[in-house]
Every structure is written in structure tokens, then in C-alpha cells.
């Protein structure tokens, strides 16, 4: 089993200026890896998927999704973001802008800064 992307995490989360953009990333990259691992037994490969999940459920939470939204490494030049990530920016959102205006002023602000309009 190709230990590569635990072994950056790792080194990630105990590095001085790590953030939670980074850690998505790359826990995100650890569920990526996992399927196409080939040298475990079927048991073994399911306890493992069975741990990322479980961690993976735990950080994948709306505020984890606005740190990655923000970082400056997985900003595209398009501004896409996924549907999944804008629905975790939308919820997230509602909770500190409490009117549509609010949060209309604040979507509009994502989208210059995705297109490095501002």
C-alpha cells in the first residue's frame, strides 16, 4: 500500500502554517488514494476506508469547506466551485449573514475573489 498521501498529512498537520485548506485537500486526496489501493486484503483495505470515512465525515464541515474555498492554492481562474463546496458555503454563510441581501452582497464578493476580480 502506497503510504504517500498518510505520510503527507501527517507532515501537513504538524507543520508550522498548516491550515484547514490545505488538510481538505489532502484528506480529500487520502479518500482519492484509497480506492485504487490493490496490496490489502479485503478486510484490511475495509477498515481503513471505514477510519477515512469516519474522519472525513467529521471535516467535512461547512467552515472546513469555506477554508478551502478561501485558500489561495485552489483558487481557479474560472471561479468554478463545486456543487457540493457551494452548498457548504451557502450554509455556512447563512449562519453569520442572516438576511438574503446579506448573503447575496457576500456570494457575489466569492465570486470576484475566485475570478481574481478584486
Not at 481538505?24 to 484490511?44: C, P
Request: charged share 20%; aromatic share 14%; with cysteine.
Amino acid at each position: 500500500m502506497d503510504l504517500q498521501p498518510f505520510d503527507t498529512i501527517l507532515h501537513l498537520v504538524y507543520k508550522e502554517g498548516c491550515t484547514i485548506g490545505l488538510l481538505y485537500e489532502f484528506l480529500n486526496k487520502i479518500g482519492e488514494a484509497l480506492l485504487n489501493v490493490g496490496n490489502l486484503s479485503a478486510y484490511q483495505l475495509l477498515d481503513v476506508r471505514q477510519q477515512w470515512l469516519h474522519q472525513w465525515e467529521w471535516f467535512y464541515q461547512p467552515i472546513h469547506v469555506v477554508a478551502f474555498i478561501l485558500h489561495l492554492l485552489w483558487r481557479k481562474e474560472d471561479g468554478f466551485v463545486t456543487p457540493k463546496l457551494h452548498e457548504g458555503w451557502i450554509s455556512y454563510m447563512a449562519t453569520i449573514f442572516p438576511t438574503i441581501i446579506d448573503q447575496n452582497a457576500i456570494e457575489d464578493e466569492l465570486l470576484q475573489f475566485l475570478r481574481k476580480e478584486g
